[in-house]
């Protein structure tokens, strides 16, 4: 994996380094711009931190001080780099960070293809790294209770790789392959 640090994302999807269609291939049935995926996130985000929130403070509510709530914040910030390296360490080839700071997003693509798996995998292993594993930590010792806070934020800014995931999981037969290409998802069978 070569990673390219690219800066300020455009807004414009045709900037976006891709390949070329595979034949055959079929778009996802998604956002179709960065915009509305940033809504759809956003709001999937919030819903999502607000019912893991309250579970922390049901099970650690006890421990909760301003230091636990300002280090678990901390963390969840801390870790919007790494949580974006981890989706790069995913691909074997060149791919490419940007920040989109007016959508509230850091992103990484890379133009080859994947299969269902690999894609799933890499949508999903930062959100397991930063944010499963400090909530169930959390959960077990409600004492460390800024690792239910950490964990609920960055599980929950992990909105846009679960709509992939499940994008991935309702759309992709089996045996097929996916490749970004500008903003979206395409899926194909191979030959």
């Not at 679960?162 to 069978?189: E, I």
């Amino acid at each position: 994996m070569k990673l390219h640090c690219m800066g300020r994302f455009s807004g414009d999807p045709a900037s976006l380094p891709h390949g070329e269609h595979k034949p055959g291939a079929v778009p996802f049935k998604e956002a179709q711009d960065p915009k509305k995926l940033a809504l759809l996130a956003n709001g999937v985000a919030l819903v999502l931190m607000i019912l893991l929130l309250a579970a922390a403070f049901l099970r650690g509510g006890a421990y909760s001080s301003v230091w636990h709530l300002a280090g678990g914040w901390l963390l969840s910030m801390a870790i919007l780099l790494p949580h974006e390296l981890l989706h790069a360490v995913c691909f074997k080839k060149d791919v490419y960070l940007y920040t989109y700071r007016q959508q509230g997003m850091l992103f990484v693509v890379g133009p080859e293809d994947m299969s269902r798996g690999r894609f799933v995998f890499m949508s999903l292993l930062p959100n397991l790294v930063f944010g499963l594993v400090p909530y169930l930590v959390g959960m077990v010792f409600p004492q460390w209770y800024f690792l239910l806070i950490w964990g609920a934020l960055a599980l929950g800014m992990g909105a846009g790789d679960y709509y992939n995931v499940f994008n991935a999981l309702t759309q992709m037969p089996r045996g097929a392959r996916t490749y970004l290409y500008q903003f979206n998802s395409w899926w194909y069978m191979p030959q």
